[in-house]
């Protein structure tokens, strides 16, 4: 039904779509439970203070988060390579950094531009590959 | 002490995290059915996915090393090593998954690595 090239144009705009839900749903998620751990302070080695601390509401929405973030990323990985989805979800990275800097008024330094930059370098050079490199026959094999 | 074992769990948990998934993954196939009903129908399958299974019990062990290591060391040291993974999950993506992984992925994942240190300082 669908041409080759059809295809390939077809994957790439899902790999698109899922990816920046990918990497929103990681930041926020990343960014509420942090906050939340944060007022929790030190809370310990036991299991149980572990599992108690995901009663707390800031911890409890970036769980929530974390659970559509591995839900997408099941779904993203389910055709799209490692070696793509890693680097180019990096970019988060840049996202929880601009936005604690702006958010709380800091100016960014030169070395986080830097890091900026090559972050950004790299998941610009990542995403022109291909998203998908393992054939039909080559995940016959893996499988 | 504590904190480079936790450390060395967070990197190790991670790594088998994502490649037991992405192979896992691989072995269903692509997810092309987003409605309800088809999303449960796929997670029925994936539970019986022992590649999903084993990522699903690293990813776990990942998630609380890494909120432990976040109560005991600051954003800017567990970011940054969370971030070390690229490198071996990359390496094990040709490897073990064997996905096409050229200079432009190499280089990418080389630049994010050193970029991610420089952002976390």
């Given at each position: 039904m669908h041409g080759a090239a059809g295809n390939a144009a077809r994957l790439r705009s899902k790999t698109r779509l899922f990816t920046v839900i990918v990497v929103v749903s990681n930041v926020t998620g990343n960014s509420a439970l942090t906050h939340g751990m944060k007022q929790l302070g030190?809370?310990?080695?036991s299991p149980l203070s572990l599992i108690g601390a995901l009663f707390h509401p800031w911890v409890a929405l970036g769980v929530a988060l974390l659970i559509l973030w591995t839900l997408t990323h099941m779904a993203l990985l389910s055709w799209a390579d490692l070696s793509y989805v890693l680097p180019v979800t990096a970019i988060g990275y840049v996202l929880t950094a601009l936005c604690g800097e702006f958010l709380l008024g800091e100016t960014v330094s030169i070395a986080h531009w830097g890091g900026i930059l090559l972050i950004t370098a790299g998941v610009t050079l990542v995403g022109?590959?291909?998203?998908?490199?393992?054939?039909g026959a080559a995940v016959e094999q893996i499988t | 002490m504590i904190k480079w074992l936790l450390v060395l769990t967070l990197i190790a948990s991670t790594t088998i995290g994502d490649v037991a998934r992405s192979r896992g993954m691989k072995k269903h196939g692509e997810v092309r059915e987003f409605h309800p009903g088809a999303i449960t129908q796929a997670l029925v399958t994936l539970a019986r996915n022992q590649w999903v299974i084993l990522s699903t019990c690293a990813m776990a062990v990942s998630f609380f090393t890494f909120m432990r290591l976040l109560s005991i060391a600051p954003v800017s040291f567990a970011v940054p090593v969370s971030a070390a993974t690229l490198i071996p999950e990359t390496i094990l993506a040709r490897?073990?998954?064997?996905?096409?992984?050229?200079w432009r992925r190499w280089a990418g994942a080389g630049l994010i690595a050193v970029g991610v240190v420089l952002i976390s300082r």
């Open positions: 030190d809370i310990g080695n022109m590959t291909t998203p998908a490199t393992t054939s | 490897l073990f998954l064997g996905e096409v992984v050229d």
